[in-house]
């Protein structure tokens, strides 16, 4: 592995993580990006929007959802692992730090009425689509 002295104290930077770390700060440039987090499913039907996601490693009062107006955003704080004094990383694979992600409905959903489950790292939201925003059959007057 390629070591690059940074520090007249000895210390060492590992190039490879510190592409990471520029990949991170400029991955929300891109809507793109590859290393948007969470990655997410959006299933929908006429009354409800279902969304599911991956998030490992952290306890459901650790993950944020808010809904305003066709917005889903969820945010939140994975740690990253400490390591001891003596020890470095081998391999680093494992992402960790503060995310946030911002997804646009198919429609306004009844905020006060959405319910999210967290279990085994699988977090799962259900969106009711809002009265307004509901389809409405017009019956046509023989005149």
Request: proline residues 4%; hydrophobic residues 35%; glycine residues 6%.
């Amino acid at each position: 592995m390629l070591w690059t002295r940074i520090r007249s104290d000895d210390r060492f930077l590992d190039p490879w993580r510190e592409t990471e770390r520029l990949g991170r700060l400029f991955s929300g440039l891109d809507s793109q990006s590859y290393y948007e987090f969470p990655k997410i499913h959006m299933w929908v039907d006429a009354e409800t929007t279902v969304v599911t996601t991956e998030i490992p490693g952290l306890a459901a009062d650790d993950i944020d959802i808010s809904v305003v107006g066709k917005l889903l955003t969820l945010s939140g704080l994975r740690k990253e692992e400490d390591l001891k004094e003596d020890e470095s990383f081998h391999r680093r694979e494992r992402w960790g730090g503060q995310f946030s992600k911002t997804v646009d409905l198919p429609f306004n959903v009844q905020a006060d009425k959405v319910d999210a489950g967290f279990s085994k790292g699988m977090l799962h939201i259900t969106l009711p689509r809002a009265e307004a925003e509901k389809p409405k059959k017009i019956t046509i007057k023989n005149e």
